[in-house]
């Protein structure tokens, strides 16, 4: 059974850094993209980016270019997103999601991690 | 940059017919992807290809495409179908991006 599998919820202040996972399993995790997507609070889902786990490829929505880096450690099968420096406006939940092979929606998601930057 | 625009609601009475749209200048290049997201959970795809049903998707979700224009129809609508509902798309002519509609809430009244 394939399963994504993320961290749990983070509560940070602005400014802190951050990093949440994402663990597959039930399938090759080297063969899929896994791409990462915003939902702020109440508002509509927003593609950030997508990495190749085989070869970490990695491709960015401009709007997010520069503010995340997406990574991937496929010796443990996970994909991470982080910040660098948090801000207010980051608070959302945040879902990766498994691209299908040879097409370009995901058919697998996670349970989402919510992340709260508050001071 | 590629947009997709959905209304924002549709509003429909139980048994009757929804019918959700999305365009997009390269809808006709590219295939449009449906997923339903229930509050609290994870989206769910319902249509891929334009067209195509996943296992395990009820019939009465049907998937159609026309020039710039993708509509997804809910046939029969019940109560559980409550939820929003957004396209994607993916623009592969230069860097790989993927991009969703802003969302449509179905209301079954």
């Known amino acids: 059974e394939v399963q994504l599998v993320q961290s749990g919820a983070e509560v940070k202040k602005p400014g802190e850094s951050l990093k949440i996972s994402c663990k597959g399993s039930?399938?090759?995790?080297?063969?899929?993209?896994i791409g990462w997507v915003r939902q702020m609070p109440g508002k509509g889902l927003e593609w950030m980016g997508i990495?190749?786990?085989?070869?970490?490829?990695?491709r960015y929505s401009p709007s997010f270019q520069g503010q995340v880096t997406i990574s991937a450690d496929k010796s443990i099968s996970t994909a991470f997103l982080q910040w660098s420096s948090l801000k207010a406006s980051d608070t959302a939940m945040y879902y990766c999601?498994?691209?299908?092979?040879?097409?370009?929606?995901?058919?697998?998601w996670g349970q989402g991690t919510l992340v709260t930057v508050s001071s | 940059s590629y947009v997709l625009t959905q209304p924002p609601s549709v509003s429909v009475s139980p048994g009757q017919t929804a019918r959700i749209t999305c365009s997009g200048d390269?809808?006709?290049?590219?295939?449009a992807y449906w997923y339903q997201q229930k509050p609290g959970q994870a989206p769910v795809v319902l249509i891929y290809?334009?067209?195509e049903r996943p296992s395990g998707i009820p019939e009465r979700f049907s998937g159609s495409s026309s020039g710039t224009t993708v509509t997804l129809t809910i046939s029969g609508v019940q109560a559980e179908d409550e939820a929003d509902y957004y396209c994607?798309?993916?623009?592969?002519?230069?860097?790989?991006?993927?991009?969703f509609g802003g969302g449509t809430k179905l209301t079954v009244l």
């Open positions: 999601a498994r691209n299908v092979y040879g097409d370009y929606y995901f058919d697998y």
């Open positions: 039930g399938y090759t995790f080297t063969s899929n993209w």
């Open positions: 990495i190749f786990p085989g070869d970490s490829d990695t």
């Open positions: 390269a809808l006709p290049k590219q295939y």
């Open positions: 290809k334009d067209s």
């Open positions: 994607q798309s993916a623009d592969m002519s230069g860097t790989y991006i993927w991009v």
